[in-house]
């Protein structure tokens, strides 16, 4: 038997020791995860994001909306009081990267699809102060004049493809044409909603004439947290299509 005395005062047995322990430790946390087939559990009404949203997404990132607002209910009372049901992995599993965030100068936004109107959304992203004088948030009127490039958000869905993200070759195909529909008063938006289900549609940023990065960061806010129905959304049924997803 190894007395404790050879770990206080010999480095290399203790070097050894805490490698071993730390190994021995990692081994047992890591290789059951190889025996389980998903380790996110199912949640229906999660889906990709449509292309106008995912356009909205990547102004979001680009204008640093991250630095202040994060997307991450977390299970405290508090929390759930004032934001909503706390959140789910299965909401972030098609997000690359994950919004989580670990930064509140703005409030959570991870619930706050639907919670404004469009109009409302879009003024308070021109004018923050028009409608909360206390807000303290930088204005972001560009949004409103530079128009989005339809023709290239295939290439971002066909990426997204790539790691994982269920986007079919038909949602690829008609990327473009999604991405205007959902923007447009009075367009067909029976397929584009078929293939987005509770994605924001008709005119987003006051301007039915054109389709701007507004309309596209309106479109992402108004998708977040709506996905899933937490009305009838219960955490034993995800568990068991959970493990029914995890069959061969």
């Not at 995912?54 to 640093?64: D, K, Q, S, T, V």
Request: hydrophobic share 40%.
């Amino acid at each position: 038997m190894i007395k404790h005395e050879r770990f206080e005062t010999n480095s290399i047995v203790l070097l050894v020791g805490i490698l071993l322990t730390v190994a021995i430790g990692g081994l047992v946390e890591i290789v059951p995860l190889f025996t389980i087939g998903e380790t996110i559990e199912k949640v229906e009404g999660v889906r990709p994001l449509s292309p106008l949203e995912l356009a909205g997404r990547n102004i979001y990132i680009a204008e640093g909306c991250y630095n202040c607002h994060s997307q991450q209910v977390r299970p405290f009372r508090d929390e759930v009081e004032r934001y909503g049901h706390y959140n789910l992995a299965a909401e972030s599993i098609y997000d690359h990267p994950f919004q989580w965030g670990s930064k509140r100068t703005g409030p959570d936004l991870a619930r706050v699809g639907g919670k404004y109107s469009n109009d409302w959304q879009a003024a308070h992203l021109i004018d923050p102060r028009s409608v909360v004088p206390e807000s303290i948030m930088p204005t972001y009127p560009h949004l409103a004049r530079q128009d989005v490039e339809p023709a290239e958000i295939g290439a971002d869905l066909h990426a997204l493809s790539i790691v994982g993200v269920p986007y079919s070759e038909e949602m690829i195909a008609e990327a473009a044409a999604d991405m205007v529909a959902q923007a447009t008063p009075d367009a067909d938006t029976e397929a584009l909603l078929r293939r987005y289900p509770k994605a924001a549609i008709g005119d987003l940023d006051g301007d039915p004439t054109r389709v701007t990065k507004m309309d596209a960061l309106v479109a992402y806010l108004q998708s977040l947290g709506r996905m899933v129905d937490f009305t009838t959304y219960r955490p034993e049924l995800a568990g068991e299509a959970t493990t029914e997803g995890s069959q061969p």
